[in-house]
């Protein structure tokens, strides 16, 4: 997300559309910025003014926390070790790759 992003595009990004008209028509918030300089008790107490249910909540708050990030996490390049089975494979498809060595050689 860039600066300046309306809020109902990243919203649509974590699949939590249906909420755009309650948070930037009802509630006011329009730019994700605003929304990231929230509290999390405050992002929960809006998500409870919006009636989210409690999976779509855990999901605004880890998409709008403080938590979340806005720019790309660096990439981490990590040597599998060679290991190319299924569990190495569905670990790098999760950009989980790091934890093959242990999972898969242990």
Same mark, same amino acid.
Not at 21 to 50: C, F, H, K, R, W
């Given at each position: 997300?860039?600066?300046?992003? =309306?809020?109902? +595009?990243? +919203?649509?990004? !974590?699949?939590?559309?249906? /909420?755009?008209?309650? *948070?930037?028509?009802?509630?006011? /918030?329009?730019? %994700?910025?605003?929304?990231?300089? +929230?509290?999390? @008790? @405050?992002?929960?107490? +809006?998500?409870?003014? %919006? ?21 790309? =996490? =660096?990439?981490?390049? %990590? ?6 089975? =299924? %569990?190495? !494979? ?6 989980? @790759?790091? /934890?093959?060595?242990? *999972?898969?050689?242990?």
């Amino acid at each position: 997300m860039g600066m300046g992003e =309306p809020v109902a +595009l990243k +919203l649509q990004e !974590l699949g939590l559309e249906q /909420y755009a008209s309650a *948070i930037v028509d009802d509630q006011g /918030y329009n730019m %994700v910025e605003t929304l990231q300089s +929230l509290s999390a @008790e @405050e992002l929960g107490e +809006l998500a409870d003014d %919006v009636k989210m249910k409690p999976g779509h909540k855990r999901t605004f708050l880890s998409g709008f926390g403080t938590s979340a990030s806005t720019a790309a =996490p =660096p990439e981490v390049k %990590v040597d599998m070790g060679g290991a190319k089975g =299924p %569990v190495a !494979l569905k670990l790098q498809e999760l950009g989980l @790759e790091q /934890y093959a060595s242990a *999972i898969v050689d242990d």
